[in-house]
C-alpha cells in the first residue's frame, strides 16, 4: 500500500510559479507521477519519473516549464511549475505505480486527495 499527500496548490497570476509537493508513505513505488484534471475534461498526465534513475517525462504543453523531482531522502516528489498559464488550471494530483512502464499514464495505481492550481490572467 502507499499513501500519498499533496501540497504546495494555490492561486497564482499568468507567468508566476508554484511548487508542488508528494508526501509518499508505505511501499516505495517505481514511479510517481503528477496528474491533473480541469472541469469538464479528463485527467491527464504531466509529469513522470522513475524513481529509481531518475528519468522523467512530460506532457508536452508543459515542456520547459514543469520539472519533476524527487528527495528520496523525505520520500518526496516535486513538481515545479513556471511560467503559468490560465489553462494549467485544474486539480493536480500526485500518483504512484508499482510496476510496469513509468511514462504510461495507465501504470499509475495510487492516488493522493488532489491540490487545486488556479492561474488567472
Known amino acids: 500500500q502507499v499513501q500519498l499527500v499533496e501540497s504546495g496548490g494555490g492561486s497564482v497570476q499568468a507567468g508566476g510559479s508554484l511548487r508542488l509537493s508528494c508526501v509518499a508513505s508505505?511501499?516505495?513505488?517505481?514511479?510517481m507521477g503528477w496528474f491533473r484534471q480541469a472541469p469538464g475534461k479528463e485527467r491527464e498526465g504531466v509529469a513522470f519519473?522513475?524513481?529509481?534513475?531518475?528519468?522523467?517525462d512530460y506532457t508536452d504543453s508543459v515542456k520547459g516549464r514543469f520539472t519533476i523531482s524527487q528527495d528520496n531522502a523525505k520520500n518526496t516528489v516535486y513538481l515545479q511549475m513556471n511560467n503559468l498559464k490560465p489553462v494549467d488550471t485544474a486539480m493536480y494530483y500526485c500518483?504512484?505505480?508499482?510496476?510496469?512502464?513509468?511514462?504510461?499514464?495507465?501504470?499509475?495505481?495510487?492516488w493522493g486527495q488532489g491540490t487545486q492550481v488556479t492561474v488567472s490572467s
Open positions: 500518483a504512484a505505480g508499482t510496476g510496469g512502464y513509468c511514462f504510461n499514464p495507465g501504470t499509475y495505481n495510487y
Open positions: 508505505g511501499s516505495r513505488s517505481k514511479c
Open positions: 519519473i522513475y524513481t529509481s534513475v531518475g528519468a522523467t
